[in-house]
């Protein structure tokens, strides 16, 4: 069965610009999480969905950031007027179960550069 | 693709050695911890897990051993190939909830032929 997919795998933007990025989890999994990744830094949380409801969106950086999974499948992450540090790497990670010890299941991730 | 880890502390092998790579964490309240292998380009793919209440644990080519006393973790690959060449993350999860993984700051590994 296919992976954890995301699209697109490179985005340029100007700066001011608005951005959205797409996450296509594991069929059937519940959880569905959102890290970003600066380059030569480890993932960072950024928000975590268990089917379509948000249950955490604490490591969202400012209110320019937006995720949504309306159906409790395919989520989006918009970023809103983008700045130069939303430079990043922006990947998605999906899981079977919501609680307990579980393996994440990442994507391939979306490069963003902001000029 | 781009290149991750450019910054990163490098372990520098010969092809056959054994590697270790090791990670120190912070929260004494975490209590499962995994090894993630990033190829560039290429998004993390789990390697081993280990719980608290285990204090190492093998799996092909690989163990990972859990010091809880100075909150360490250690991976160790036996036979380390070219193919094992990556950045190696340790994460923890917090007790309780749904799995929140956070992320040390990661090893390059380079295996030389």
């Known amino acids: 069965g296919a992976g954890v997919s995301q699209s697109p795998r490179y985005k340029v933007a100007k700066r001011g610009q608005d951005v959205a990025l797409r996450c296509d989890p594991i069929?059937?999994?519940?959880?569905l999480f959102w890290y970003q990744q600066a380059l030569g830094q480890g993932p960072e949380f950024l928000t975590y969905f268990q089917n379509e409801a948000q249950l955490d969106k604490s490591g969202l950086p400012s209110d320019r950031f937006f995720a949504e999974r309306p159906e409790g499948s395919v989520s989006t992450l918009k970023i809103q007027r983008t700045q130069q540090e939303d430079s990043a790497v922006y990947l998605c990670?999906?899981?079977?179960?919501?609680?307990?010890?579980?393996?994440?299941?990442f994507g391939p991730g979306t490069r963003l550069t902001v000029l | 693709g781009e290149s991750v880890g450019l910054h990163l502390p490098t372990l520098s092998v010969q092809e056959g050695d054994n590697s270790i790579i090791n990670c120190a964490y912070s929260n004494s309240a975490s209590d499962y911890f995994i090894w993630y292998k990033q190829e560039s380009g290429k998004g993390p793919q789990f390697i081993i897990d280990?719980?608290?209440?285990?204090d190492k644990r093998q799996g092909q080519r690989v163990t990972v051993l859990l010091n809880k006393t100075v909150k360490h973790l250690s991976l160790q690959i036996a036979a380390t190939q070219p193919g094992d060449s990556a950045v190696y993350f340790c994460?923890?999860?917090?007790?309780?909830?749904?799995?929140?993984?956070?992320f040390g700051a990661g090893t390059r590994l380079a295996v030389h032929p």
């Open positions: 994460a923890e999860n917090r007790a309780g909830g749904y799995n929140k993984l956070i």
């Open positions: 069929s059937g999994h519940v959880s």
């Open positions: 280990i719980r608290s209440n285990m």
């Open positions: 990670a999906s899981s079977l179960r919501t609680s307990g010890s579980y393996e994440q299941f």
